[in-house]
């Protein structure tokens, strides 16, 4: 995910194309006929409207936008041609008005989908015509082989010319499925604070985000030792659990009818002395959540809600410095999985008799965990473990254990988080030390696979939103900007 911006527009995929009018094929000995009313040459024909074939042909020309209605006085056009032209706009009313035009050739430097995208606009057949192409079929190739396989416009048979796994197919033939082309770009400008946990979530059908303020504090709740907020949605209401290192804890509730939060209770501190992690789930209908506590003498507790409140649950350990809690379903039964300071990350599976959980096993081989996250690709369970220290590492589960599946080198890392847009797959390392590593899931490898880098001051929580079908990314930053990515994928015939 680098924040490479496209040149000209995120939608646009622009590429040569050398279509020809009237081409004289050296491997053929047929000569095309030359129109009465055109002017050949070798490589092209200039056509003046005449009788009943009316033409107009643009040859190197120097404008470089077709604005709207530009054809509107020339209703009896059959045939346009634009050779050699630098055209960098059309705009999508530009062919309106010409209810004979037929034949549509494009010989241009520089060719848009959008050329393709106004054509839509014709009511009756065009004909195009696009061979002596060179074709390079890879992913910025997609718009056209969906052109193609949507339109009812007779387009003769072209071939592609690479890369080597496709040459010589039939671009007719080849499918939109085929192509898998994606891009994730910087989306500015970013916002202006830090972060240390971030977090969207929807309420009410509309979005929200939650950030945790480290310095600055927070401002509905005016903390300066927040650690991390915490959305938690219960019946149609609104909590923010609301970890912070000073002053105790605690939970606030939305109050719709004032439009604004208004402290619920407080969390013992007795028990949470240093959070570092906070993770809400349900199970059989019941709500929890679970803080991780990093002092020596805290207890990582859950607590649930008994309809008024929040009351303690159960006390997992004590003397770890737990700093990270995830909840997950292993074979469709609840867990949770510890990462500790001092000892392996431990997995607690729920007991359903006394509603509590047990200690089940620990993930071996793996000490200095700072965190682990889980997410699915099908029905196979995957987690990501992060080190700040060593190699972070991806495992899977085999029924019976975790199990080694893949190895990221990692320096200064205190996040490995697995993200999902539409269908694509991702993980994303944070460094404090270097770029961060974004990687993306093979299907066919059945791993990941480098993507992409991404500049991020001290990053520690990424999570992603999608606001009216855009998809992005947020990513909060210790020691920078909290940053906003927008997930691309290049899919030009919507």
């Known amino acids: 995910m680098s924040c490479l911006m496209p040149k000209r527009s995120h939608w646009l995929c622009a590429f040569v194309v050398a279509s020809v009018l009237l081409v004289v094929d050296s491997k053929r000995a047929r000569q095309p006929r030359c129109p009465s009313s055109c002017t050949c040459t070798k490589d092209n024909a200039l056509c003046e409207s005449a009788g009943d074939d009316p033409s107009q042909s643009f040859v190197k020309s120097e404008f470089t936008e077709i604005p709207k209605e530009s054809f509107i006085h020339t209703p009896a056009l059959h045939l346009l041609l634009f050779t050699a032209n630098n055209l960098e706009s059309i705009n999508e009313d530009a062919f309106l008005g010409l209810p004979h035009l037929e034949y549509l050739l494009s010989v241009m430097h520089l060719l848009t989908e959008h050329l393709f995208q106004v054509h839509r606009k014709q009511p009756h057949h065009v004909d195009f015509n696009l061979r002596g192409n060179q074709f390079t079929c890879d992913c910025k190739l997609k718009w056209l082989v969906e052109w193609i396989y949507s339109t009812n416009t007779t387009v003769d048979q072209i071939y592609c010319k690479g890369p080597a796994s496709q040459l010589d197919k039939k671009i007719n033939d080849l499918a939109p499925q085929a192509f898998d082309c994606i891009t994730t770009v910087c989306f500015l400008p970013v916002l202006k604070f830090e972060s240390i946990s971030v977090e969207a979530f929807s309420f009410e059908s509309d979005q929200y985000v939650v950030f945790a303020h480290p310095s600055l504090g927070n401002a509905a709740f005016w903390s300066t030792s927040t650690v ?16 912070q290192l000073f002053g105790g804890s605690h939970i606030y509730k939305r109050d719709t009818s004032a439009n604004k939060f208004i402290k619920l209770q407080g969390i013992d501190i007795l028990q949470i002395r240093k959070p570092n992690d906070v993770e809400t789930f349900r199970i059989d209908g019941e709500s929890f959540f679970v803080i991780a506590d990093s002092s020596k003498a805290g207890f990582t507790t859950i607590y649930k809600w008994n309809g008024n409140g929040f009351y303690s649950h159960q006390s997992l350990h004590q003397w770890y410095r737990d700093t990270d809690v995830e909840y997950m379903e292993i074979s469709s039964k609840p867990h949770l999985i510890l990462s500790s300071s001092s000892q392996r990350p431990v997995i607690y599976q729920w007991n359903k008799s006394s509603k509590l959980f047990d200690r089940r096993t620990d993930i071996p081989e793996m000490e200095d965990v700072y965190a682990v996250k889980h997410f699915q690709v099908k029905s196979d369970l995957y987690i ?5 220290i060593g190699d972070s590492k991806v495992m899977r589960w085999d029924g019976a254990l975790f199990r080694e599946l893949q190895t ?4 200064g890392s205190m996040v490995f988080q697995p993200f999902s847009v539409g269908s694509w797959q991702y993980a994303i390392l944070g460094s404090d030390y270097s770029f961060t590593q974004v990687y993306r899931w093979d299907a066919k490898k059945g791993e990941f696979v480098h993507f992409q880098e991404v500049n991020i001051q001290a990053p520690r929580a990424f999570s992603p939103i999608s606001i009216d079908n855009r998809q992005f990314l947020l990513a909060s930053s210790f020691k920078g900007k909290t940053q906003i990515y927008e997930h691309l994928v290049i899919d030009l015939s919507n």
């Open 228 to 243: 991390i907020c915490k959305p938690l949605v219960i019946d149609n209401q609104l909590f923010i659990i609301v970890a």
């Open 408 to 411: 990221m080198p990692s320096r």
């Open 384 to 388: 990501c473990l992060t080190r700040f």
